[in-house]
Structures are given as structure tokens and as C-alpha cells.
């Protein structure tokens, strides 16, 4: 979306009457993007949907603290980041595994027949990946998916450019070293 | 990078995932609905009753503390009057055991 294009929706936001069909401008625009940065992360459809879902909701909800000080876009992200990491760590929780562990147990998605299509090989590269801890897997995702520029990924995730080029670069050593060990 | 060329070469960026078919297409629609808009407050109609009724209890207020001072007031000046009669009822008893004669050369020294 253009700049002029968001400063004008952001406006439209302060208006009772125009809110609702800019806010649903924005969910038109945003919602596949924000739905696959979800599902890379969470694996499965019904889980993506609910948390992508509740992410247009707090946005709604908290709309008039938004001022444009971020894009709309960048913004979205930071709640549907942590929408992601807050129900992976409940899920982590419930099931007994330390947080700071890999998503194991998104493992058997892989195996699901109504969530995955890929093959053999993207089989292998999605494990590879659930190897990763979350917020490297995050910063995989964005950076090798869905090609965002470090900028981009560091104003939705708060860190530092040269932190994500590290942690980037770790994460694709790690899944090298993957496929190396499981040929 | 040559590292990110080799997973390339390896597995591409095909997106293995399914997706509901026409899951996009209502997306906008379902999210829409569950967005609820802001209630808005309607001016509630003030009865004639609910604007007087502060001033009727402040009347009201006024009165009883009214009433409470008087009740007071009259309890306190019963109490003075109370302490008259002891001081009677004590002087009387003093008196009893004074005898005519002694009570008569008092009164005279004390003119």
C-alpha cells in the first residue's frame, strides 16, 4: 500500500463515519500477507484463521491509539507477532515444554494431509525450520518468504537491523546443518 | 547469499500449506462482522422527579438537622433545669436539721 494511500486511511480513522470502510481497506489489503506470516508460524488453518481474526480485532479495538507514527502495516504485524508468541508459549505451557524449546510439537501438522501439500523435500525444509526458536523462526519466514527488507522486519519486531542479519544468518547455517544431518 | 541460494536450489519457496478453498474471498466479510462498532450512548430522558429530587433531599437534610439542634437544645436546657431541683431538694435537707432559733440569728447577722 502507497504512503499517500495509508496517510489517507489513517485520516479516515479519526472519523466515526468513514472508520469502518477504511478499517475494512486495510483488512482487504493486509489480511493474506498477515494470514501466511500466521500460518508459517502456527502451521495450522484453524489456529491461523482465530489469531488472525483476533489481530483485525485488537486492531479495531485500540484504533484511536494508533496516530500513524508506524506504518499500517508494520503495526499489524506487531500484533499479530505477538498474537503468534503468546499462543505458542500457551501451547508450549500446556503441554510441558520449556519455551525456549522447538515447536516439536507442530511437528505432526507436517503429517496432516488437510494442512500440508508439500512434498518430500518441503517436508524436510519446513522441519528444518521448526528447529528454529520462534523468534528466529519468525525472522526467517519474513526475511526468506515473504522477503521483507531488515528495515521493515526490524520496525515490526522491534530489533535491531544487524541483530536480525545475525540471527538471519544463524538460522540458515542451522537449517543447512539439518538437511546435512538428515540426508 | 550463498547459503540462502543452496536451500534455494534445495527446496524453493513453494508454499506447501493448504487453504480452504474461497477462504480469501470471504475473509474481509468475516472479520468485518465480528468487528463491533462503538455503542453509542443515548441522552437518557431526566424526569421532572429525578431533577428536583436533590433538592428535596438537601431540604430534607436541612430539616432533620433542624429538628435534632431543637431536640438537643430542649434536652439541655431540661438538664439545667434538673440540677435547680437538686440544688432545692439539697438545700431543704440542709435546712431540716437546722433548728427555728439557729436559722432566725443567721438570717439577723446576715443583713
Same mark, same amino acid.
Given at each position: 500500500?502507497?504512503?499517500?494511500?495509508?496517510?489517507?486511511?489513517?485520516?479516515?480513522?479519526?472519523?466515526?463515519?468513514?472508520?469502518?470502510?477504511?478499517?475494512?481497506?486495510?483488512?482487504?489489503?493486509?489480511?493474506?500477507?498477515?494470514?501466511?506470516?500466521?500460518?508459517?508460524?502456527?502451521?495450522?488453518? &484453524?489456529?491461523?484463521? @482465530?489469531? !488472525? %481474526?483476533?489481530?483485525?480485532? =485488537? *486492531?479495531?479495538?485500540? $484504533?484511536?491509539?494508533?496516530?500513524?507514527?508506524?506504518?499500517?502495516?508494520?503495526?499489524?504485524?506487531?500484533?499479530?507477532?505477538?498474537?503468534?508468541?503468546?499462543?505458542?508459549?500457551?501451547?508450549?505451557?500446556?503441554?510441558?515444554?520449556?519455551?525456549?524449546?522447538?515447536?516439536?510439537?507442530?511437528?505432526?501438522?507436517?503429517?496432516?494431509?488437510? &494442512?500440508?501439500?508439500? @512434498?518430500? !523435500? %518441503?517436508?524436510?525444509?519446513? =522441519? *528444518?525450520?521448526?528447529? $528454529?526458536?520462534?523468534?528466529?523462526?519468525?525472522?526467517?519466514?519474513?526475511?526468506?518468504?515473504?522477503?521483507?527488507?531488515?528495515?521493515?522486519?526490524?520496525?515490526?519486531?522491534?530489533?535491531?537491523?544487524?541483530?536480525?542479519?545475525?540471527?538471519?544468518?544463524?538460522?540458515?547455517?542451522?537449517?543447512?546443518?539439518?538437511?546435512?544431518?538428515?540426508? | 547469499?550463498?547459503?540462502?541460494?543452496?536451500?534455494?536450489?534445495?527446496?524453493?519457496?513453494?508454499?506447501?500449506?493448504?487453504?480452504?478453498?474461497?477462504?480469501?474471498?470471504?475473509?474481509?466479510?468475516?472479520?468485518?462482522?465480528?468487528?463491533?462498532?462503538?455503542?453509542?450512548?443515548?441522552?437518557?430522558?431526566?424526569?421532572?422527579?429525578?431533577?428536583?429530587?436533590?433538592?428535596?433531599?438537601?431540604?430534607?437534610?436541612?430539616?432533620?438537622?433542624?429538628?435534632?439542634?431543637?431536640?438537643?437544645?430542649?434536652?439541655?436546657?431540661?438538664?439545667?433545669?434538673?440540677?435547680?431541683?437538686?440544688?432545692?431538694?439539697?438545700?431543704?435537707?440542709?435546712?431540716?436539721?437546722?433548728?427555728?432559733?439557729?436559722?432566725?440569728?443567721?438570717?439577723?447577722?446576715?443583713?
Amino acid at each position: 500500500m502507497e504512503e499517500n494511500q495509508e496517510k489517507e486511511l489513517i485520516h479516515q480513522f479519526d472519523d466515526p463515519q468513514t472508520r469502518r470502510k477504511a478499517f475494512e481497506v486495510v483488512v482487504n489489503s493486509f489480511s493474506e500477507q498477515l494470514y501466511w506470516q500466521i500460518r508459517r508460524m502456527v502451521l495450522s488453518h &484453524e489456529d491461523t484463521n @482465530d489469531l !488472525l %481474526q483476533n489481530t483485525f480485532i =485488537k *486492531a479495531w479495538t485500540n $484504533l484511536d491509539s494508533f496516530r500513524g507514527e508506524a506504518r499500517i502495516s508494520t503495526w499489524l504485524y506487531r500484533i499479530a507477532v505477538n498474537e503468534c508468541i503468546t499462543f505458542l508459549n500457551k501451547q508450549k505451557q500446556m503441554t510441558g515444554i520449556p519455551l525456549d524449546d522447538v515447536d516439536a510439537s507442530l511437528l505432526w501438522m507436517l503429517e496432516a494431509p488437510e &494442512e500440508f501439500s508439500g @512434498d518430500d !523435500l %518441503q517436508k524436510k525444509l519446513q =522441519k *528444518a525450520i521448526l528447529q $528454529l526458536p520462534d523468534k528466529q523462526r519468525l525472522v526467517f519466514n519474513m526475511k526468506y518468504y515473504q522477503e521483507m527488507k531488515y528495515e521493515e522486519i526490524s520496525d515490526a519486531l522491534g530489533t535491531s537491523v544487524g541483530a536480525l542479519k545475525a540471527s538471519y544468518h544463524y538460522a540458515v547455517k542451522k537449517i543447512e546443518e539439518f538437511f546435512a544431518n538428515n540426508d | 547469499m550463498e547459503k540462502e541460494n543452496d536451500i534455494l536450489k534445495v527446496a524453493g519457496k513453494q508454499n506447501p500449506f493448504k487453504v480452504p478453498e474461497g477462504y480469501f474471498e470471504s475473509l474481509t466479510s468475516n472479520v468485518m462482522k465480528r468487528l463491533e462498532d462503538p455503542v453509542e450512548r443515548e441522552t437518557p430522558v431526566v424526569s421532572m422527579w429525578m431533577r428536583v429530587r436533590p433538592y428535596v433531599y438537601l431540604a430534607a437534610m436541612f430539616i432533620g438537622i433542624t429538628c435534632m439542634i431543637r431536640v438537643y437544645t430542649g434536652l439541655t436546657s431540661g438538664v439545667n433545669n434538673n440540677s435547680s431541683v437538686v440544688e432545692q431538694a439539697t438545700d431543704e435537707y440542709l435546712l431540716s436539721s437546722v433548728d427555728t432559733y439557729t436559722l432566725y440569728e443567721y438570717l439577723e447577722s446576715a443583713e
